[in-house]
């Protein structure tokens, strides 16, 4: 079975420029996460998708970025435009089931430096 | 592969040797531990979770232990291999499940020959 696979695995940017970062989750996987990793801390929860809804993006700067999750499969991260300090290990993952009740499964992040 | 993190706190341990990596959550109502490794260039793998109803759960080579009364988990990981060389993470939720993990910020094993 294949695993959440992410794109790109690493991306160079200016500050004030747009980027996207793309997530195919694991087949059959409902619920869908986006995670914020820094340098040297723990991942920290953007949003969570149950199916295509979006139940929890309390943690999201929405005046940046934004998420979408067409036809509750694959899922884009947007940022725009992008700081210095949004420097990070974007991680994407899923889970079969919803309601918070299902093992995590991560993809392996996509870089981003914002120079 | 690029690191997970740089400033992390180290343990160094011989390979066959016994590791123990401590974890203090911050939460007095968390009701679910989760532990996961993180290699780098990778994402966090589960390792071996519990429910706040436990105080030690037993895996393959690895046990967990939870102490409610200060707040500490701990993994234990027994006859330290090359392959357990990475960073390991706690995560903490409130909801029982996976909906909001808390992550806890990481120490980084490295095992030696």
């Known amino acids: 079975e294949a695993g959440v696979v992410q794109s790109p695995r690493y991306k160079i940017i200016e500050k004030k420029q747009p980027v996207a970062f793309w997530c195919n989750p694991i087949?059959?996987?409902?619920?869908l996460y986006w995670y914020r990793q820094n340098l040297g801390q723990g991942p920290e929860l953007l949003i969570r998708?149950?199916?295509?809804?979006?139940?929890?993006d309390s943690q999201l700067p929405k005046d940046r970025f934004s998420a979408e999750r067409l036809k509750g499969v694959d899922s884009t991260l947007k940022i725009q435009p992008a700081e210095l300090g949004d420097s990070a290990v974007y991680l994407c993952?899923?889970?079969?089931?919803?309601?918070?009740?299902?093992?995590?499964?991560f993809g392996e992040g996509s870089r981003l430096t914002v120079l | 592969g690029e690191s997970v993190g740089l400033h992390l706190p180290t343990l160094s341990v011989q390979e066959g040797d016994n590791s123990i990596i401590n974890c203090a959550y911050s939460?007095?109502?968390?009701?679910?531990f989760i532990w996961y490794k993180q290699e780098s260039g990778k994402g966090p793998q589960f390792i071996i979770d519990?429910?706040?109803?436990?105080d030690k759960r037993q895996g393959q080579r690895v046990t967990v232990l939870l102490n409610k009364t200060v707040k500490h988990l701990s993994l234990q990981i027994a006859a330290t291999q090359p392959g357990d060389s990475a960073v390991y993470f706690c995560?903490?939720?409130?909801?029982?499940?996976?909906?909001?993990?808390?992550f806890g910020a990481g120490t980084r094993l490295a095992v030696h020959p």
């Open positions: 993952a899923s889970s079969r089931r919803t309601g918070g009740d299902g093992e995590l499964f």
């Open positions: 087949s059959g996987h409902n619920t």
């Open positions: 998708y149950e199916n295509e809804e979006a139940v929890d």
């Open positions: 939460n007095s109502a968390s009701d679910y």
């Open positions: 519990i429910r706040s109803n436990m």
């Open positions: 995560a903490e939720s409130l909801s029982g499940g996976y909906n909001k993990l808390i």
